[in-house]
Structures are given as structure tokens and as C-alpha cells.
């Protein structure tokens, strides 16, 4: 029998399962509410995602083919963007690049891109992947502090700046009017004395001098933020020691300059405070985009919340199939409660699943929208805010609780609720690429393991086998006259027919075994974990017996089918391609001999 012409296997690409992989991942980038696009290396644009379009003002076809100076980007953004691109192609490094894009609305708002190079099976980079997320709210806080602390300087500057100048032997020389109000005496009474006179804590007066004579030796400045006793009562300052050099290069003199902060330190304290709140959450939100762990994430942000919200119970919560509620993450729970402990669904937590927003109760005292649960009640909490989880559907959710009778502010509520929407996204994105995956590894006729997988089975398999001995066996399955059947019956008939036999040989195997399509009528079966290479010879038998068995046609019609077949075993490591290698030659022994039959290769 001549020996048929079949494609080298480097060229018997699985194109379908990257068809549908493609088509996965688009379709998820498109349920994306980040701002995805991607570009080739001429700074075309070869995919835009929903929200990329919404924010163009056009559909995301219509963005597909345009260059980055052609997506409606004002000057400099357009150049700025541009230049983020190409540093990208250029050095193969991530860019993160801010931009402010004017919305349809007339409004304006802000992104926050992350650039990655996409790069061939080669490594060589084709293009740029884009990321964006918006940071609108987060750039106003950081604006608001700026704005906030330019005002206050100005004001002090202006009328309550404290500047006065003293020479090498620590000596005060100059004090303007400003000073006398927070010392409260007159100023001639302050100059020619030694700093160590002036009537303050020691530890200020202290501070002082040492950074006096700093100033003076290195010729560098000092500043120093410290509270000083003043008629008023205490005041906070801001001071700078500036060095005065002569004509010889030498520091004579010292000029300090102190500001009154105590209003400003309030208002950064709780600008600050919501500044570390918003970069916490955005680098939840980062973290969240590569993150695999999903309890690990849940656990970051259990001790994110708990820190922002000063709350002493924190808890992640997933609805069960009853309705109930466990607890994949917690903080501040006692030992053994996260994991296995659980919330009843008519509680804080199906109320909040149920009504899709944040619930706030401020006394469990007076509450009477729902009952307090077991858990919450052994651990005696008062008061608490939660919000829901979606992925997309009703997943769970994410909860803070304290001991103590406590209000929880609007500005809780959208934080928490922004966490519970970046655990949302997290689950929806893992979940998405775990399906993914597996399409991508699955031939798509007959739902078993393609050519990807059956490399990282055998490569497993093999993998095994050097660490704990045994022996392994490939199996190269070849359909004897399939070719008449699509001639006959047509092409949906012989693909029904690899369907049923792919059935059959994944009934016949042992659950370890790997059984894959390798392209057309040729399958692979990976025996791992055999105590001999003998054992590989009754699979070969059983696959024999199952292919041999009728298959229906329609119409009370049916055909016979045989296989040839070709056996290749190891008992030492070896190239998953050396081992198919010699089971295909060993296929081709048993076609060549009649077919409907196996050949063992030669160990």
C-alpha cells in the first residue's frame, strides 16, 4: 500500500481555535469598560473596543485603519500620544502615558494609558496594545491640593510670613513685624540674642540649631515643619533656612522663612487622606489587570478597606446556590472564620445583592431592614456599609463593619463601592480568560485536547516520568479510508463521523490519558504513568476495537472503519517530537502492512 501525502505538522496550524480565540478575547474587550485599543507598527489602529468608540463619538469600525494622529486627539495630546507609541515600537519597554480627551458631551476627561508591545511568535514587536483607564476624579484631588497649597502660600506670603536672618554665632539680626505676633513681644527685645533665649520647647529650639549650623556648614538649605507656642495658642509652622554667602563664597548669614500651616495641615491632612484613598484603589485596579490568585486580590482588598475606612471587620462574601453567603476573604476576623465562615441570605448581605447599591447601617440598635447575622453578632458589630459584587451577575459582596457606633460617609460608599467594582471586573476577567484557554486548547469539531495541548500533556507527562520512572506511551491513530466517506455522505457526515470517533476513544482511555485531535482523520492518545512499555500494547488493541465498530450513516446505513495504528514508548525522558516522531513511523508500518492493526516502534 503507497504511503499517503500528508502536510508536515509545522504547517497543520489549528486556525479555527484561533479563530475563536480571537473571537473571545474581542468580544470580552468589548464588554471592557476601560478604554482598549491596539495598533500595528505604521501607527494604524487594528482594534478598538466599545468604550474606545463611545469616547470617539464614533463606532469602533470607524476608528479601525486610522492612524493615532487621525482619532481626534487636540494638540498636544495627539503628539504626546504619538510620541508614547513610538517609544513603545522603539525601546519594547511599557509607556504610560495622561491624557485629557474632550468627551461628545463637550466635556473633558482624563486617561490614564498604559502602552505594551505586542510582539510576534518571534519576539519581534508588531505593535503596541492600549490600555486606558480613567483617573478624571483622581487628577482633580491632586489638582484641588495644588490649587489649595498655592492659595495658602500666597496668603502667607502676603501678611503672615515670619522672616528673620541670623548670623554665624546663631545670633538673631532681623525680625519683621510678622514675628512679633507670633512671639508676642516686641522685636528689639529678639534681636542680638542667641537662638537658644528664644522662649520655646527645647526640642523646637534644638531642631533649630542644628539645622542652623548645617546651613551654615554645607552651604545647603534646611527646612523644618514644628510647633511653636504663640499667644494664640500653638501654631503650626513651615520654615526654610536659606544660606547668605559674601562676595568670597562664604555663608555669613542664615534667612529663614516660616509659615503659619496650621489651617493648611488640616486641609492637606484630609486631602492627603483622600489622595492615598484614591492611589490605593488605582493600584487595587492595576493590580486587579494582571492578578491570576483571585483570593489573594479579595485579601488585598479586604486590608486596603479596612485601612481607608478605619473599620475593624472587613469581609469578602460569594453567594452560594442557596442563597447563603461564604467568606472568601476577610480581615480582622477571629482565627478559622475566613474560608468557612457564613452569612444567611436575609441579612446585610442579600439585602445589599438584592438592591444593586451601597447600604449604610448606622446601629444595628435600631436597624430593621433585615435581621443581624450569626456571625456579625458574635463578633458584636454595631454599625456597618457594604456593597454588591457583579461579574457581571449578582456574584457577592464586599462589606466593612466596626464595634462601634459610627456614620459612614458618601465618600465611603463610593470607595467601597469602586473596590466592589474592581473585584467585579477581576472575577469577570479571570473567569473570561480561564474560558478562553480552554477554547484556545480544544479542537473545535470534536472537543478534545488540539495540537497546544497535547505539547503541555506530553511535555507533562514526560515531565513525570524523569521524576518518578514508570514508563510512557504515544499512540499515532490514522483512519483508514475516511476519504470515500466525505466523497460519498458529504463533508457534515465525515465530520459527524471524527465526532463519534473521538467519543469512542475518549470512552476507551483511562481518565489520566490525553486523547487529541492531530489534524484531518489523525488522532493522538498520551498513556502516562504505565509500569512498562507493555502496556501501551492493549490500548492499542482496545482503540482497534472501538474503531471497528459500525458507524451509522442515516437512513439505516452504515460504514465500517479500521485504523492504523503506531505505538511508541520510553522509559526516559525525552522530546515530546521524538516520541510522536516515532509513533508516526511506526503508524506508517502498520498502513503499509494492510492497516486495521498496530506496530509497535522499537523501544
Given amino acids: 500500500m503507497g504511503t499517503p501525502t500528508r502536510e508536515p505538522m509545522t504547517h497543520m496550524a489549528d486556525s479555527p481555535s484561533r479563530a475563536l480565540d480571537e473571537e473571545g478575547r474581542a468580544a470580552l474587550l468589548d464588554r471592557c469598560l476601560d478604554v482598549v485599543t491596539a495598533f500595528d507598527a505604521s501607527l494604524r489602529c487594528t482594534y478598538a473596543n466599545q468604550a474606545a468608540a463611545a469616547l470617539a463619538g464614533v463606532a469602533a469600525e470607524d476608528l479601525l485603519g ?17 510620541r508614547g507609541l513610538r517609544e513603545v515600537l522603539r525601546t519594547g519597554r511599557q509607556v504610560t502615558v495622561q491624557l485629557t480627551v474632550p468627551t461628545p458631551e463637550g466635556d473633558a ?48 506670603e502676603s501678611s503672615v510670613d515670619v522672616i528673620g536672618r541670623y548670623d554665624a554665632q546663631l545670633r538673631l539680626v532681623y525680625l519683621n513685624p510678622a514675628g512679633e505676633a507670633v512671639f508676642g513681644v516686641d522685636r528689639d527685645e529678639l534681636v542680638g540674642r542667641h537662638v537658644s533665649a528664644v522662649d520655646a520647647p527645647r526640642e523646637v529650639i534644638g531642631a533649630w540649631a542644628k539645622a542652623l549650623r548645617e546651613v551654615l556648614e554645607t552651604g545647603e538649605p534646611r527646612w523644618l515643619r514644628h510647633a511653636f507656642p504663640a499667644p494664640d495658642g500653638q501654631r503650626w509652622f513651615d520654615t526654610q533656612l536659606s544660606p547668605e554667602a559674601d562676595e568670597d563664597g562664604v555663608v555669613r548669614y542664615v534667612v529663614f522663612e516660616s509659615r503659619d500651616l496650621t489651617d493648611l495641615r488640616e486641609a492637606q491632612d484630609e486631602l492627603a487622606a483622600q489622595l492615598d484613598q484614591h492611589q490605593a484603589v488605582a493600584s487595587l485596579a492595576n493590580e486587579a489587570l494582571r492578578v491570576h490568585d483571585l483570593d489573594a486580590l479579595f485579601q488585598q482588598a479586604a486590608t486596603m478597606l479596612a485601612d481607608i475606612l478605619d473599620a475593624s471587620l472587613v469581609k469578602v462574601l460569594q453567594r452560594d446556590p442557596d442563597g447563603a453567603f461564604h467568606m472568601r476573604a476577610g480581615h480582622g476576623w477571629a482565627p478559622g472564620v475566613v474560608g468557612r465562615g457564613r452569612v444567611e441570605a436575609d441579612s446585610q448581605a442579600g439585602y445589599t ?46 462589606a466593612a463593619h466596626t464595634t462601634t457606633p459610627r456614620a459612614f460617609s458618601d465618600d465611603h460608599g463610593v470607595t467601597i463601592a469602586a473596590v466592589a ?65 466525505n466523497d460519498r455522505f458529504g463533508h457534515e457526515a465525515g465530520d459527524a463521523v471524527l465526532r463519534e470517533a473521538a467519543e469512542r476513544l475518549r470512552a476507551a482511555m483511562r481518565p489520566g490519558d490525553t486523547v487529541a485531535r492531530f489534524g484531518g482523520d489523525e488522532f493522538i492518545v498520551v498513556c502516562p504513568d504505565l509500569r512498562s512499555p507493555a502496556e501501551a500494547t492493549p490500548v492499542a488493541g482496545r482503540v482497534k476495537d472501538v474503531l471497528e465498530r459500525p458507524f451509522a450513516m442515516g437512513e439505516g446505513e452504515a460504514v465500517r472503519l479500521t485504523a492504523s495504528i503506531g505505538v511508541a514508548t520510553t522509559e526516559r525522558p525525552c522530546r515530546p517530537g521524538e516520541l510522536l516522531h516515532r509513533a508516526d513511523q511506526a503508524m506508517y508500518v502498520a498502513k503499509q502492512a494492510g492497516g486495521n492493526g498496530w506496530h509497535a516502534a522499537t523501544p
Fill in 353 to 398: 445583592l438584592e438592591g444593586h447599591e451601597p447600604v449604610v447601617v448606622t446601629d444595628r440598635e435600631t436597624e430593621d431592614r433585615f435581621p443581624l447575622a450569626l456571625l456579625l453578632r458574635e463578633h458584636g458589630v454595631r454599625c456597618g456599609i457594604s456593597a454588591p459584587i457583579h461579574a457581571p451577575e449578582p456574584w457577592g459582596v464586599m
Fill in 109 to 156: 476627561e482624563t486617561y490614564e494609558q498604559h502602552l505594551l508591545p505586542e510582539r510576534d511568535a518571534h519576539g519581534a514587536i508588531i505593535g503596541v496594545h492600549a490600555y486606558g483607564r480613567r483617573v478624571t476624579d483622581r487628577v482633580r484631588i491632586e489638582q484641588e491640593l495644588r490649587a489649595r497649597e498655592a492659595h495658602y502660600r500666597a496668603v502667607t
Fill in 421 to 485: 467594582g474592581i473585584l467585579g471586573n477581576a472575577i469577570r476577567r479571570v473567569e473570561a480568560e480561564a474560558e478562553t484557554r480552554a477554547l484556545a486548547l480544544r479542537d473545535p469539531l470534536t472537543g478534545l485536547a488540539n495540537r497546544a495541548a497535547l505539547t503541555e500533556h506530553a511535555e507533562a507527562a514526560l515531565a513525570r516520568l524523569a521524576r518518578e520512572g514508570g514508563a510512557l506511551g504515544l499512540l499515532f491513530i490514522d483512519l483508514d479510508g475516511f476519504k470515500p466517506i
Fill in 66 to 82: 486610522r492612524t493615532s494622529r487621525e482619532l481626534g486627539l487636540p494638540d498636544p495630546m495627539a503628539s504626546r500620544w504619538e
